[in-house]
């Protein structure tokens, strides 16, 4: 599958009638095993890229090359479509042209650009935003840097937690204006406030940390919500499973004995061995 194949897929995610739940996926291992249970989009969270390749928490420490390389490394092991967060795309409006032009030949089906100030000012404990004609000239300069048209941009705010949902409204009608693909909102907290939201704009909507009293697929898809995230616990599961794997080996306990194991056959099914036997056969002539 390519590049354009994969966008146009995000592509009718968006203009589709449902709620789709990504995968949040980190490596080519998670996205492959994403794949492999018939997900639609992976999420490839900026917390994710941190802890994954970084090992440190989600504080802007990731570089856009580390980030870039990451994708890629995710992008060549499946055709899965990838929606990728950018964050401020990693300084000024001409930074996010480079942020966009890399990410796009790295792979991604999709990026989001948010508004939040980073990394966080000195001396500042709350988180902060870039002001409206800021955040406007970022969505204006990923637009242009776009190659391939169909790379989905993402304008994204938290106001509504951070400033008030007056400015979340006020910043996602400007962003739409500027020609954005769809509007990513986190910190909404009541469904008053998403249907306000719903009622400002038009483009499609990718929502991400809402409560519980808005997790309804139903719900969601009648609020044009087609993105509905859901954190990104795959890798906590695989570094508590990492944790209590090492802790009992080191505890003395022998390997036959671990529990909770990727079966062979997983394992296998997951590596692509079969591809990958089929393909030493035919270029290495090795018939075992």
Do not use: W
Not at 81 to 96: E, S
Not at 180 to 200: M, P, Q, Y
Not at 220 to 248: C, I, M, N, S, W
Request: hydrophobic share 45%.
């Amino acid at each position: 599958m390519t590049f354009r194949k994969r966008r146009d897929a995000l592509r009718s995610i968006l203009s589709g009638p449902s709620c789709v739940r990504p995968g949040s996926v980190y490596d080519a291992i998670s996205i492959r095993i994403a794949e492999d249970l018939g997900f639609e989009l992976g999420m490839f969270g900026g917390s994710a890229a941190s802890l994954a390749v970084l090992g440190d928490p989600d504080i802007a420490l990731i570089t856009l090359s580390e980030l870039a390389e990451q994708m890629r490394r995710i992008s060549r092991a499946s055709a899965l479509p990838v929606l990728v967060d950018a964050d401020h795309g990693y300084g000024n409006a001409l930074n996010v042209r480079r942020t966009v032009e890399e990410l796009e030949t790295a792979g991604a089906a999709g990026l989001t650009i948010e508004d939040t100030l980073l990394p966080q000012a000195y001396g500042e404990a709350n988180t902060q935003l870039i002001s409206l004609e800021e955040g406007v000239g970022k969505m204006k300069a990923a637009l242009d840097a776009r190659g391939d048209a169909s790379l989905v941009i993402v304008g994204r705010t938290g106001a509504a937690s951070i400033t008030s949902l007056d400015d979340a409204i006020a910043r996602a009608r400007a962003y739409e204006a500027t020609g954005v693909d769809a509007l990513f909102f986190t910190g909404l907290k009541t469904r008053a406030e998403l249907a306000a939201i719903v009622k400002a704009t038009t483009l499609p909507i990718v929502l991400g940390g809402a409560p519980d009293a808005m997790s309804d697929p139903a719900y969601l898809r009648d609020q044009r919500v087609r993105v509905g995230l859901q954190g990104h616990a795959p890798f906590a599961a695989a570094t508590h499973a990492v944790y209590e794997t090492l802790k009992a080996l080191r505890e003395g306990l022998p390997p036959k004995a671990l529990k909770g194991l990727a079966s062979a056959q997983l394992t296998g099914r997951i590596t692509r061995e079969a591809e990958v036997k089929a393909r030493s056969s035919e270029f290495l002539g090795l018939t075992k």
